[in-house]
C-alpha cells in the first residue's frame, strides 16, 4: 500500500509504526522481578506506543480525560451542540487539512458574541471529528457550553442562544471563510464548479442558501454526559475491533455501523484497502488539537477565572487533584488480577532492568 499511494502522509505512518509496535520490544520496557529471592520469578513489560490509532492506548487516555474534565468543570446548565456543513465541503477540508485549525473557532464565535452582548463571559469546549459511523470523511465540531456565565462583578447569570441565529452566523462566517481562501485552495482537477473565481464564489452562496444542520440537545445540569460522549472519541480511534463484524484473513471484511436514518445497525463489506484508507484520513498531523477550550475555559484565562466560577456556583474555588489512572490500576479491576504481584509466592514484583528502545517521536518511527 505504502508504494501504491504516493498521498500517504509521514504522521499516518508514523502513527500506524507506533500501534504495530505497541506492547512490543521495539519500543523498549522493563524486567520486575520478585522481591523474594526464594521464588526467584521475573517478567518483562513493554512499553505502550500512546498513539491516537491504538485502541489499547486510547482506553487509558480517554479514562484519564474523563476523570480529570469531570472534576474541573463547574457544575451548572449545560448544552450540546453540533455544527455540521454540505457535504459538497467535505473534499475541501480534506484537501486542505490546515483549515480543519479554524472550524473550532468558526463554531463558538457567535456563542461569545451573544455572551458578550451580555456582559457575561461563558465557558465552552469543542471537539473536532472527521469521520462519519461508516468511518468516511465527515468533518463537523462538536460543541458544549454553559447556559450561563459570570459578569464583571462574579455572579452567575442564566443565558440562552437562539438556534436560528447560532446556526446562521456559522453559516455564513464557513462561507465566508472559503471565500477567503479561494488564491491558495488546492480542489480536484475534475471540480468544474471552482475554475475561477467567480464560479466558486456563485457555488459557495449557492450552499449558503441552503439548510444547515445545526443540532441543540437537550440541556443538562452537568457536563458528564458530554465528556463522556466525545471521550470516547477524542482519545480512541474512529472505530474499535469490536464493530468488525466478519473477517476470516480474506481480502474482504464487515463492520456494524448505526444507521441514523433508520435508527438501525447494519452490516458494511469493504476491502481491506478500503478500510485501512478510511481510517488513515483520519489520522490528525502532529501536534494539531482536537480539543479546543475558549472563554473562561480558555487556556490563558482559566487559572485566573475558573475558580471564581466555581465559587459563584457553590463549588470549592479548587477542585481536589484527580491521580492518574495506570495500566496496573485497570489490569487489577478488570481481570481482578494485580501484575505486579508474584504468581508464585504473592510477594511485590520491584523493577530490576530498563530495556532500552527506539522511543515514541514520529521522527523515530519513520524508518
Known amino acids: 500500500m505504502l508504494e501504491n499511494d504516493p498521498n500517504l502522509r509521514d504522521v499516518e505512518v508514523a502513527e500506524v509504526t507506533k500501534m504495530l509496535a ?10 520486575v522481578e520478585c522481591e523474594n529471592e526464594s521464588y526467584p520469578h521475573g517478567k518483562d513489560i513493554w512499553f505502550t506506543c500512546s498513539s491516537r490509532a491504538c485502541s489499547c492506548c486510547g482506553k487509558k487516555s480517554t479514562d484519564n480525560w474523563i476523570a480529570q474534565q469531570v472534576n474541573r468543570l463547574p457544575h451548572c446548565p449545560w448544552m450540546h451542540m453540533t455544527f455540521t456543513m454540505p457535504d459538497v465541503f467535505w473534499p475541501l477540508f480534506l ?29 465552552i469546549f469543542c471537539a473536532l471529528h472527521t469521520f462519519g459511523r461508516r468511518l468516511t470523511w465527515h468533518p463537523h465540531v462538536h460543541t458544549s457550553v454553559t447556559l450561563g456565565g459570570i459578569n464583571t462583578y462574579g455572579d452567575w447569570k442564566a443565558l440562552s442562544y437562539c438556534h436560528q441565529k447560532v446556526g446562521k452566523r456559522w ?17 480536484e482537477n475534475s471540480e468544474q464548479s471552482c475554475r475561477d473565481y467567480d464560479e466558486f464564489r456563485r457555488f459557495i452562496n449557492t450552499q449558503r442558501q441552503r ?8 440541556k443538562t445540569q452537568h457536563p458528564r454526559a458530554t465528556i463522556n460522549y466525545l471521550g470516547r472519541y477524542l482519545k480512541r480511534p474512529p472505530i474499535s475491533g469490536a464493530r468488525l463484524a466478519h473477517y476470516r484473513g480474506e481480502s474482504t471484511l464487515s463492520f456494524r455501523y448505526l ?3 433508520t435508527g438501525r445497525y447494519e452490516t458494511e463489506n469493504v476491502s481491506q484497502i478500503e478500510l485501512i484508507r478510511r481510517f488513515l484520513q483520519h489520522i490528525p498531523e502532529h501536534g494539531f488539537r482536537m480539543i479546543r477550550y475558549f472563554g473562561f475555559l480558555a487556556n490563558r484565562v482559566v487559572g485566573e477565572v475558573l475558580p471564581t466560577v466555581r465559587s459563584a456556583l457553590g463549588m470549592a474555588r479548587h477542585p481536589e487533584p484527580v491521580s492518574p489512572i495506570r495500566y496496573g490500576q485497570m489490569i487489577k479491576s478488570f481481570l481482578r488480577l494485580d501484575p505486579f504481584e508474584c504468581i508464585l509466592c504473592g510477594c511485590r514484583l520491584h523493577v530490576a532492568v530498563f530495556h532500552a528502545g527506539i522511543g515514541r517521536q514520529p521522527s523515530s518511527m519513520r524508518h
Request: with cysteine; net charge positive; glycine share 8%.
Open 22 to 31: 505497541c506492547g512490543k520490544p521495539l519500543l523498549g520496557g522493563k524486567r
Open 95 to 123: 484537501l486542505n487539512r490546515h483549515w480543519l485549525d479554524k472550524l473550532s473557532q468558526l463554531a463558538v464565535d457567535n456563542l461569545l458574541y451573544a455572551a458578550k452582548q451580555k456582559g457575561l463571559k461563558i465557558g
Open 171 to 187: 453559516r455564513n462566517q464557513l462561507c465566508d471563510f472559503l471565500l477567503s481562501q479561494y488564491d491558495t485552495i488546492e480542489m
Open 211 to 218: 439548510f444547515w444542520h445545526v443540532h441543540f440537545a437537550k
Open 259 to 261: 444507521d441514523h436514518h
